[in-house]
């Protein structure tokens, strides 16, 4: 069972190199981007270019030039009194963990490859008994509400009026033919698939008997679907089926896909990261057959850093493929960039029971590419987001602050801090063109940061004199 990282792609003769098309959803507003027009515009006269005078061009803005001119645009208070925990913007197959050679279309689990949507202006929370859908795009300055679930409420799958509410701790995005579905779950146990396009709760996912507390998306089947509970267990699900076709029994906090979806890493409380193989036999499976397949169970794991080589003894509580490296971070706010290969030699298979530092002193020995210290990040529980490129991730603090950093460098880029945001940040979220920011945390809050250009930083300054 062990693996050689960076594994390979896996031989698949139903996956296509034809580009995933752009469309747009039915819907009561064209809420989702769209490819630009193709019609031609409106002629208009323009002057000789012999007498024109040339404007000067303006020089090219960095990203980190973006990143420092990012200001506080919008808040948003959720109704629901309850810590908002997750935040992601839509992306489609493979871009959640994609690095610079997956830019092909990737086929789902019939074969076939999907009409994609580019929802990219779509936001996702998740907080209280909620989820949220918000357009980030059409609205102006305005984070507008377009769609909104509640889950657990009174009668929800016969429960009492009495019960506590549910909460949801977690989500990511499925993309399914002309739709974009969000995959939820927390303390009820079930992960909840939300239709946008139909504006309905498709057949819940039932199996675990602990709260959920991370979800991943398979990168390159879209029916595959990943669950990580407080049960002692990760679920490996086909959705279209609604069922379980693996379970790994690991007792973890987080977990990271590969980015060509062969495997899956682990961490845990003490900071410890195990691989996990996907089998072969299910990727790209159809749904007739994973009806009826046998449920695998896996209790092996291949240990790849140890608790006192990598993160000290700490919780992790976020942690991601960065091409074929890893950024993890841990609640003590060390969030570290490392290379998984360098301990290939060094690898033991071992029962997870065995699991701790008096039997792994000597090996798992990684090599740290980067090491950044949060300020105020203490026994905080954030979720990291890292740019499209890979180059910059941005993580939150206790008291309300945001840092992001350069992979590449090491160094910090910016702070994003307000007056009016003192609450700790749970989770992180990029816009697709890195010109937005969101992150979400505490007390039900959401809040945005935009790009303001030279112009308009001048505009407002000259305004307030």
Not at 39 to 64: G, M
Not at 146 to 162: I, L, W
Not at 323 to 349: A, N
Not at 435 to 451: A, H, K, M, T
């Amino acid at each position: 069972m062990t693996n050689t990282l960076p594994k390979k792609r896996p031989n698949d003769s139903s996956q296509s190199s034809t580009p995933a098309k752009k469309i747009q959803i039915s819907a009561d507003r064209n809420l989702f981007s769209t490819s630009p027009s193709t019609t031609s515009p409106k002629s208009i006269s323009t002057p000789d270019a012999a007498t024109s005078t040339p404007t000067p061009s303006k020089p090219k803005l960095t990203q980190e030039d973006i990143f420092k001119r990012f200001r506080l645009r919008r808040v948003v208070r959720e109704n629901h009194g309850r810590d908002v925990n997750h935040c992601v913007f839509f992306v489609k197959p493979g871009e959640q963990n994609s690095s610079a050679h997956q830019e092909e279309s990737l086929a789902i689990g019939d074969g076939e490859v999907p009409a994609t949507v580019d929802g990219s202006n779509v936001l996702a929370t998740v907080g209280g008994a909620q989820a949220n859908f918000y357009d980030n795009e059409h609205c102006g300055d305005h984070l507008d509400i377009m769609s909104h679930f509640v889950v657990g409420g009174e009668g929800y799958n016969g429960r009492p009026v009495s019960a506590d509410p549910y909460e949801l701790l977690t989500c990511c995005w499925l993309t399914m033919p002309n739709d974009a579905v969000l995959a939820a779950s927390g303390t009820d146990n079930i992960i909840h698939i939300l239709s946008i396009a139909q504006s309905k709760e498709q057949k819940p996912l039932s199996g675990h008997t602990g709260p959920i507390i991370d979800i991943a998306s398979h990168p390159t089947d879209t029916n595959l679907l990943f669950s990580l509970s407080k049960d002692g267990s990760v679920r490996l699900w086909h959705v279209g089926a609604g069922r379980t076709l693996v379970v790994y029994d690991v007792k973890a906090t987080a977990l990271a896909l590969h980015p060509y979806g062969t495997s899956f890493l682990t961490a845990n409380t003490n900071g410890s990261v195990h691989d996990w193989d996907v089998p072969e036999d299910i990727l790209n499976l159809p749904t007739e057959e994973a009806e009826s397949v046998e449920v695998e169970h896996v209790t092996e794991g291949v240990k790849v850093a140890t608790a006192s080589r990598l993160h000290g003894g700490s919780y992790v509580d976020s942690i991601r493929y960065i091409g074929d490296k890893v950024l993890s971070k841990s609640r003590d706010g060390k969030v570290l960039l490392w290379d998984p290969e360098s301990s290939q030699v060094t690898k033991l298979v071992m029962p997870l029971e065995q699991d701790g530092d008096e039997q792994d002193a000597d090996n798992g020995i990684q090599q740290v590419i980067q090491k950044f210290t949060i300020k105020g990040g203490d026994d905080n529980r954030c979720r990291f987001d890292v740019t499209p490129d890979k180059k910059y991730f941005a993580i939150g603090n206790e008291s309300g602050t945001v840092f992001i950093y350069n992979l590449s460098t090491g160094k910090l880029v910016t702070e994003l801090r307000h007056k009016r945001c003192t609450k700790a940040v749970r989770c992180c979220a990029f816009s697709r063109n890195c010109r937005n920011l969101v992150f979400v945390g505490e007390d039900s809050f959401i809040w945005r940061f935009d790009y303001i250009s030279d112009e308009t930083l001048e505009k407002w300054k000259s305004s307030e004199q």
